[in-house]
């Protein structure tokens, strides 16, 4: 498709359990960002990657978060031993550019930890 | 990056003129404005952005005052599927960071 796509689209995690989450930006774009939103706020900033380094990852809540974009395109967000707190949507971001913020953003994987 | 306050909602009649304010007092000058919006279940959208000049495009209007300290995103005739969380946004052409407070509720109204 066109778009930046996620998945899985909703993930429910027992406590304790490591998570895996997919972003497919859109082809070409030298940008992604990974965002998380709690229930009723605005999204939060996560990390950020150009092509396939990762130039910011300050907004990681705690080092049980990590992602990767190994070859540029397509990006994980892994959540290891997850716990209740970690429930949130996680979006996925891309833009053309590595500058300007016209950032276009996935539908979000919507995560549940029991 | 500088703060913005909206209000946290607002209503407004499906065909009419929609107008949404954000002000950011302390703006800098290399700073722009964005507006995105996120309706339900789906990730933000971006509507618009603009450094000092009104811009218009297909979806809305920008109106920033001349000393830039607020601004006001016009949908000119809302829709139903206008209903969705607005966000004012400023940011730097540099900046990479989104910060997306917690923005106006907008509900069209039938």
């Known amino acids: 498709g066109a778009g930046v796509s996620q998945s899985p689209r909703y993930k429910v995690a027992k406590r304790g359990q490591d998570v895996a989450l997919r972003c497919d930006p859109i082809?070409?774009?030298?940008?992604l960002f990974w965002y998380q939103q709690a229930l009723g706020q605005g999204p939060e900033f996560l990390t950020y990657f150009q092509n396939e380094a990762q130039l910011d990852k300050s907004g990681l809540p705690s080092d049980r978060f990590f992602a990767e974009r190994p070859e540029g395109s397509v990006s994980t967000l892994k959540i290891q031993r997850t716990q209740q707190e970690d429930s949130a949507v996680y979006l996925c971001?891309?833009?053309?550019?590595?500058?300007?913020?016209?950032?276009?953003f996935g539908e979000g994987s919507w995560l549940t930890v029991v | 990056d500088a703060k913005t306050t909206q209000p946290p909602s607002m209503d407004c009649a499906e065909g009419r003129a929609a107008n949404l304010p954000c002000n950011h007092s302390?703006?800098?000058?290399?700073?722009?404005v964005y507006w995105y919006r996120q309706i339900h279940s789906q990730g933000p959208q971006y509507i618009i952005h603009?450094?000092?000049n009104n811009e218009t495009n297909e979806m809305a209007s920008l109106i920033i005052t001349e000393d830039r300290k607020s601004s006001t995103l016009i949908l000119p005739h809302a829709t139903l599927r206008d209903t969705a969380v607005y966000y004012c946004i400023v940011s730097g052409q540099m900046d990479y960071k989104l910060s997306f407070g917690a923005g106006t509720t907008v509900t069209v109204r039938a």
């Open positions: 603009g450094l000092k």
């Open positions: 971001a891309s833009s053309l550019w590595s500058s300007g913020n016209t950032i276009y």
């Open positions: 302390t703006i800098s000058g290399n700073e722009y």
């Open positions: 082809s070409g774009h030298v940008s």
